[in-house]
């Protein structure tokens, strides 16, 4: 069970914005760990999305943006592709069990 | 660039252990962030352990300290995850991956299936 919560579904039609929260606490984004997101196509590996709240690695599109508020981050795709229909993860550090965390995981669809 | 190329496909019995490779190229291994991340079939992600850059220390998720060790052999470039006391419930992809912000580079997995 992970400290990270987000919601497991989210899903929009092409062109649409669709947002994926990550809730943590006081012990990770909380304590001002930075938040990562990946994105996991069916039967890949993972692959950074969104580094440090709001960098994107090169590559990116500018249509992925991530930011963090409080206890909570969030990761925003903007003119949803089908491409973009897959997993995704949010990432932090968490004190209180001395290591990373992964968020549950979102799986985005496109309609 | 970085790539990180992991060792085969694995089928254990319950009660063995496993050990995953994973060589880095393009790369020197001790200048990297090695970390491993399990992915059971239709889960979601978990980080079992990897290298703090903040006080170069190998830290491992509670969840598997005293099954999990951590190796790396600086002469091969090639890092090192074994598993022990298997059960069942191991059964996962195992991925190695690489960052200090983020992790940036990953292998491309590694199924260890435990069965008897």
């Known amino acids: 069970q992970s400290v990270l919560t987000q919601p497991p579904s989210v899903s929009g039609a092409p062109g649409q914005r669709v947002t994926i929260s990550c809730t943590g606490s006081s012990s990770n984004i909380g304590a001002g760990y930075d938040v990562h997101w990946y994105q996991q196509l069916p039967g890949t590996a993972p692959k950074l999305l969104i580094y440090?709240?709001?960098n994107r690695p090169s590559g990116v599109p500018d249509r992925f943006s991530g930011s963090k508020s409080g206890t909570s981050a969030s990761l925003a795709i903007s003119g949803l592709q089908a491409e973009d229909e897959a997993d995704y993860y949010c990432q932090s550090y968490d004190n209180s069990l001395s290591g990373y965390v992964f968020g549950t995981g979102t799986k985005v669809t496109v309609l | 660039q970085v790539q990180l190329v992991q060792s085969g496909a694995e089928v254990k019995k319950p009660g063995a252990s496993v050990k995953v490779s994973c060589k880095v190229s393009g790369y020197t291994l001790t200048e990297l962030s090695m970390h491993w991340v399990r992915q059971a079939p239709g889960k979601g992600l978990e980080w079992m352990g990897g290298f703090d850059p903040e006080d170069g220390e190998r830290i491992y998720a509670q969840k598997f300290q005293g099954r999990v060790t951590m190796t790396e052999d600086t002469s091969t470039d090639t890092a090192y995850m074994e598993l022990s006391s298997l059960r069942s419930e191991d059964t996962a992809v195992f991925y190695c991956a690489i960052g200090r912000n983020g992790m940036d580079v990953w292998g491309q997995g590694t199924t260890v299936t435990v069965s008897s």
């Open positions: 440090g709240n709001g």
